[in-house]
């Protein structure tokens, strides 16, 4: 089935990407021991242990099934995606881990006693940890003359901190794969649109206009927390924000909801980009 839709869309010309997400509940299931545990000892359904994911076997499955996306499919790139680790892992394995690495004999602790998981050496640890894992991954697909693209989080609030809260210090990452995808979803943060300029623009001066892409999510979260679809006029404004922005690569996610007024938004703002930079020739 994914290799027929691969076909039909490269038949119509697209390049295409097929995306491998590491989340993973039917493992869990059957491999619970190799749940991650939060910073308040709450054992995930479907994140697996960063530190299990660089020495166990869901690691080893993880490389063999990008590989065989790379080898089997005629996809031009593979995506990663949820890899991250933001809340998660605080296991006694990652204990372990972090104190061999760090040299330290605890987590750094808030005055409370919680588990500060916002410490920068947290941070650079797990930073390592996941770059150990994509490095493996890029192995795999770029063996297979195929490209490699990671999803990464955006640090909201400070954008310098390269997302190493969440375990994914770019400047670690983009060494190794072809593409970030950055999360930019304006909406769940409950930013303007407009912010997206901004977001693009560093991204652009950091890391150059074709090794990343701005990712739109069509998400929006109300002020009491409930979530529903980003409206198409603050579509279009993120559109054009990040284009102003320097973005060349621009991802929208999730297409299930692209309604006709965001397909029209779509639309209006490709045509536009196309007068001016036809314009500017």
């Not at 590989?67 to 499919?73: Q, V």
């Amino acid at each position: 089935m994914l290799q027929s839709t691969l076909s039909e869309l490269e038949r119509r010309g697209y390049a295409t990407t097929a995306i491998l997400d590491v989340f993973a509940r039917r493992y869990l299931q059957q491999y619970p021991d190799a749940a991650a545990v939060d910073d308040r000892g709450n054992t995930s359904e479907a994140i697996v242990c960063s530190t299990e994911l660089v020495r166990g076997d869901y690691g080893r499955l993880l490389t063999a099934a990008a590989a065989a996306l790379a080898a089997n499919t005629s996809a031009d790139t593979v995506a990663i995606t949820e890899l991250f680790y933001d809340r998660h892992c605080y296991d006694d394995r990652c204990l372990l881990s972090y104190k061999n690495k760090t040299g330290r004999s605890d987590w750094p602790r808030k005055q409370n006693g919680n588990i500060d998981i916002r410490h920068d050496s947290i941070g650079h640890w797990r930073s390592q940890q996941v770059a150990g894992i994509v490095e493996r991954l890029a192995r795999a697909v770029h063996g297979h003359g195929k490209r490699l693209a990671m999803d990464v989080k955006l640090s909201r609030g400070d954008i310098h901190r390269n997302s190493l809260e969440n375990g994914q210090d770019y400047q670690l990452l983009a060494p190794l794969v072809d593409e970030l995808v950055v999360w930019n979803y304006f909406g769940i943060g409950r930013e303007l649109p407009e912010t997206s300029s901004y977001v693009a623009a560093w991204f652009d001066d950091e890391f150059g206009p074709d090794n990343h892409y701005i990712s739109l999510g069509l998400w929006k979260t109300g002020w009491f927390g409930d979530t529903g679809v980003l409206p198409a006029d603050e579509f279009y404004r993120g559109l054009v924000a990040s284009r102003l922005g320097g973005a060349k690569n621009i991802w929208i996610t999730p297409a299930k909801d692209m309604s006709d007024d965001h397909w029209q938004a779509l639309a209006r703002w490709a045509k536009e980009n196309n007068r001016l930079a036809q314009g500017a020739r």
